[in-house]
């Protein structure tokens, strides 16, 4: 058996069309597209063709796309750009307990001059309503929610949400993380009353380091960063045009078959589940039914994740100890523990992550493994 990459939700395989597209970029048309010469006009199209891609996708129009190096310089620019912006007109920020550290780590910078409130979630993954409703004041400037958690998958209704939070107080600005979302849920940003949007190319197989920010026009965000005025000056610097048109093929593929790939992962989900549930003994899944359909997080009883992790990976079969971006700490996913997982579970919990090149034989070589390794470890565990 080949590797088995069940590591999606933390980096995925590149594409060939898009690969290509990346080296005919470098290659052919490598002018800077702020230069006024052919080569300049040339790569400033390519742009443009992604940004309108990605406008499409999400119900956007195509100048309110802004690209960036990935979704945690998307975050940061959104949180803090909209903190520094309307700090005057209110000192009140809302967060949901499960978000991703790119935005729990930029909120945690406001704290000394912003009243943070951060929104208890119920074993689901779900955010109270209720709580959110006697949350928001005429202070509240902003509220970050993601749309698809990373670690466990729960979706959150980001349409009934954003609806919700305009009608509380419709100067508050409405920020959804969709990286693990974009291209694999539906989303409409004027539906769903959403400000701002961040996504990332490497999730959809696309490059790493080449992300986006959707902006409302009628929102101000302050920059980051300052230099020659490309992008309107908020997020200012040579466009990265290769890995840009790269994400612009990545993303018109993922869009015209996210239906069926959707279909097609959902069935290597739920059938590597109910094999694990079946013949593996005290295994829980963390999350509930409202989840995507390419993230599996479960806890194994009397197994270390680490232990796991490593002993799945000398058969070849890639897997993740909750995020990527957090499983090299030592640290309890917080994630986790807002779901109210006790620390045992969550010391042996495993994130499985899907793509379309995934397969049924892949489920049945995993399962087979999975069962001759706990069994190892808890016998040694018991000693």
């Known amino acids: 058996m080949e590797n088995i990459y069940f590591d999606n939700a933390a980096t995925t395989k590149v594409r060939k069309e898009v690969s290509q597209k990346v080296v005919e970029m470098m290659e052919e048309n490598y002018g800077n597209p702020s230069s006024s010469h052919n080569l300049g006009v040339s790569a400033e199209k390519e742009i443009i063709k992604a940004s309108k891609i990605i406008a499409n996708i999400i119900g956007a129009s195509q100048e309110h796309i802004y690209f960036t190096s990935g979704g945690t310089e998307s975050n940061n620019l959104a949180i803090l750009g909209v903190a520094n912006a309307y700090k005057k007109r209110g000192n009140h920020i809302i967060v949901s307990s499960i978000e991703h550290p790119s935005v729990l780590f930029a909120i945690k910078q ?12 119920d074993q689901h993954g779900q955010i109270d309503e ?9 202070k509240t400037i902003l509220v970050s929610i993601m749309h698809v958690n990373n670690e466990f998958g729960s979706i959150q209704n980001i349409e009934r949400l954003g609806n ?46 080449i992300g986006f920010l959707y902006v409302n026009k009628a929102i101000k965000i302050n920059p980051l960063l300052f230099g020659g005025g490309q992008q309107k000056d908020i997020r200012p610097g040579t466009e990265n045009t290769p890995f840009i048109a790269g994400l612009g093929t990545a993303s018109e593929i993922a869009f015209n078959t996210m239906k069926k790939n959707s279909e097609q992962i959902s069935l290597i989900k739920n059938k590597l589940w109910r094999e694990m549930e ?35 990976e000398m058969e070849k079969i ?8 957090s499983s090299k700490n030592a640290k309890k996913s917080t994630a986790l523990s807002a779901l109210g997982v006790s620390d045992e579970l969550a010391d042996g919990s495993i994130r499985f992550s899907f793509s379309k090149w995934n397969t049924p034989e892949e489920v049945d ?11 190892k470890l808890r016998k040694y565990s018991r000693r």
């Open 110 to 121: 406001l704290q000394q001059h912003f009243k943070i409130t951060s929104l208890k979630v």
């Open 130 to 138: 209720e709580e959110l409703k006697s949350a928001i004041t005429e």
């Open 164 to 209: 919700f939070i305009k009608k509380q107080n419709s100067q508050t600005v409405f920020h959804v993380d969709a990286v693990q979302s974009f291209c694999k849920l539906e989303i409409n940003v004027v539906k769903s009353k959403i400000d701002l949007l961040s996504g990332s190319g490497h999730k959809i197989h696309a490059p790493k380091g």
């Open 278 to 312: 079946s013949t593996i003994e005290d295994v829980f899944i963390n999350g509930g039914d409202i989840s995507s359909p390419y993230i599996l997080n479960v806890s194994f009883a009397n197994v270390k994740s680490e232990v796991l992790l490593h002993a799945l």
């Open 318 to 325: 890639y897997v993740s100890a909750g995020s990527a971006c």
């Open 365 to 375: 070589y995993c399962i087979l493994k999975l069962r001759e390794i706990i069994q």
